[in-house]
């Protein structure tokens, strides 16, 4: 059998969902620290992985597999997870929240997005903390 490795780095939380499907499947697994605040992301081991520059990365049967939100899918259907519900309806359901988190508010309130907002914004007082509380407060009330 093939050893597991997932790329991540400590405060991503796409990588923390990727961490809680391989636990929540028993997979054990070698996690490999991508720094995002000095720019491992962006070095060409990385890139050669992932041409986004983005973590996770997960490396399992043979795959090379990245977005946290496909890589769970992955997991799920290939482990029998039963993380979704069975129904296409609950699954959708499901799916429509998950999305909204991966896909509406986490990305504008990533650390690079931010400092480019306060760079945008001359290093304006209160960046990025304010921006950050501009998305992820509408968007959690509204999940």
Request: net charge neutral.
């Amino acid at each position: 059998m093939r050893s597991v490795v997932l790329y991540d780095f400590w405060r991503s939380s796409a990588s923390y969902r990727v961490r809680i499907a391989l636990n929540l499947a028993g997979i054990d697994y070698e996690a490999v620290a991508v720094d995002l605040r000095t720019g491992d992301q962006k070095s060409m081991s990385h890139l050669a992985r992932n041409p986004q520059g983005l973590v996770p990365v997960l490396e399992i049967d043979g795959l090379r597999l990245t977005q946290s939100l496909a890589i769970i899918d992955y997991l799920d259907q290939a482990r029998g997870l039963g993380l979704l519900p069975s129904d296409p309806a609950g699954r959708a359901q499901a799916m429509a929240l998950a999305q909204s988190i991966a896909v509406d508010v986490q990305p504008v309130c990533n650390l690079s997005v931010a400092q480019y907002a306060t760079n945008l914004r001359d290093g304006a007082v209160g960046m990025p903390g304010d921006w950050m509380r501009h998305f992820i407060r509408p968007g959690l009330l509204a999940f």
